[in-house]
């Protein structure tokens, strides 16, 4: 094992890493095409046994990490989601499995047809090619990303941020050795060493060698992305998720809505998929206390408007910029409003297009929220919390698009195929 944990510090010609890095994804990307999927199978499995065997070392490195990130005063919620203990291997490995036991999408007749000279058409899956991933914090992202790109036939370049340095050097290693494992070029997918955030701005030039860029992170960062690249970009956006108490939901189960509420915001404060806005019929003030006091409880900050201070005298009184903010701590925005209309309204002026949750034991209204919010995941009774690839069944997600181009919520192994036209024929010539 050749493991390097520390990112390049010294000076680098920007240009010429970019372009090496480029050039051989591409070239890893062009081998990998006539690799069958039995054989990109294999090298998962090879690497959810190699994060397993290196668990320690993982954790360990993942500890450096964390001393950094306490030394620059990092929040709570940044070092949770910078943290890996030994479950969490696990779960990354048994991710990656999962991965490996999904159908390949490589190949998939999507549609097909005859045409009346005889031609046999025919839309079949096909890799992207190359994918550079920019993505902050999160070490499990560098597991996800490279295993879901194996699956699709996808060679990648991943730059993570430097506060996972450590841990995303020691993952990316381990699956560049299970490629050697299967007799597969490492540079199927590279880790950017350098710690020059300059080099990001190079590689989003290299539109040549570069297919797809998906940048995770915060709103800046995927704006940069955006202004920089002569790469089409899927973008990740603000999870300015919300939970809609509708006026039915009183009919639900006692406390159901409260829990779902608590559920959704608490459970883990610093995720995309958290609520960050719960908007409360006003003809639902009794679960807007119960929901209240449990939040209380688990020490979130409210901030709410006039109606929702009245009803809870501890809430902070929230401001127009609290509508509009993902903030991925224990505080949440709660208002109340007069009707369904009112809710979308609200949602869709205010909302990222993540996720929104209504809470109703009306058919009539859940279908209309649901047709109505302008959203790549839309929840009916349940916490936001379940928007996940994870929890989608598709072993794990390369992040959740909140584009309508070329993919929309959690992104699996199929939304990183493209397709192209087969098409066979008999010796047909056009008149």
């Not at 390949?104 to 005889?118: A, H, K, L, T």
């Not at 609290?322 to 409003?337: A, G, H, M």
């Amino acid at each position: 094992m050749h493991v390097t944990t520390k990112l390049q510090t010294e000076p680098v010609d920007l240009p010429a890493e970019a372009r090496r890095l480029a050039g051989q994804a591409r070239a890893a990307s062009w081998k990998l095409a006539g690799v069958g999927g039995r054989q990109r199978n294999e090298v998962l499995r090879s690497l959810a046994d190699l994060l397993e065997e290196r668990t320690d070392h993982l954790v360990q490195a993942n500890g450096r990490d964390l001393d950094l990130a306490g030394e620059s005063g990092a929040s709570e919620a940044f070092v949770g989601k910078l943290r890996i203990g030994p479950p969490d291997v696990a779960t990354m490995a048994a991710a990656v499995r999962r991965i490996g036991d999904q159908t390949d999408p490589v190949g998939q007749v999507i549609e097909g047809s005859v045409r009346p000279n005889g031609l046999r058409l025919e839309k079949v899956r096909v890799p992207l090619g190359v994918i550079l991933i920019i993505y902050e914090s999160r070490p499990n992202v560098t597991c996800d990303a490279a295993a879901l790109c194996l699956k699709a036939g996808n060679a990648t370049i991943l730059r993570g941020g430097k506060e996972a340095a450590h841990s995303n050097a020691v993952i990316a290693e381990a699956v560049r050795d299970a490629l050697e494992a299967q007799g597969l070029d490492r540079d199927t997918v590279q880790l950017v060493q350098t710690s020059d955030r300059a080099l990001v701005g190079e590689l989003l030039k290299r539109n040549k060698e570069i297919d797809v860029v998906i940048p995770r992170g915060g709103a800046g960062l995927i704006r940069a992305v955006v202004e920089q690249s002569h790469i089409p970009v899927i973008k990740h956006f603000d999870g300015i998720c919300h939970v809609y108490v509708d006026r039915h939901a009183l009919e639900l189960p006692e406390g159901q809505a409260a829990a779902i509420c608590v559920n959704a915001k608490a459970q883990r404060p610093g995720v995309c998929n958290a609520a960050e806005t719960l908007l409360f019929h006003e003809a639902a003030a009794p679960i807007l206390r119960e929901t209240g006091r449990r939040l209380r409880d688990a020490g979130v900050e409210i901030r709410g408007c006039e109606l929702t201070r009245q009803i809870l005298e501890s809430a902070e009184p929230a401001t127009e910029d609290d509508w509009s903010t993902e903030y991925l701590d224990k505080i949440v925005s709660i208002r109340v409003v007069s009707s369904l209309a009112d809710a979308v309204e609200h949602i869709n002026r205010h909302g990222s297009g993540h996720t929104d949750a209504i809470l109703t034991a009306d058919i009539a209204s859940a279908d209309a929220f649901v047709a109505a919010v302008d959203s790549a995941n839309v929840m009916v009774n349940c916490s936001t919390r379940f928007s996940d690839g994870g929890e989608y069944g598709l072993g794990a997600e390369i992040g959740i698009s909140t584009d309508k181009l070329h993919a929309r919520g959690p992104m699996g192994a199929a939304d990183l195929t493209t397709y192209k036209w087969v098409v066979r024929g008999d010796g047909q010539v056009r008149q």
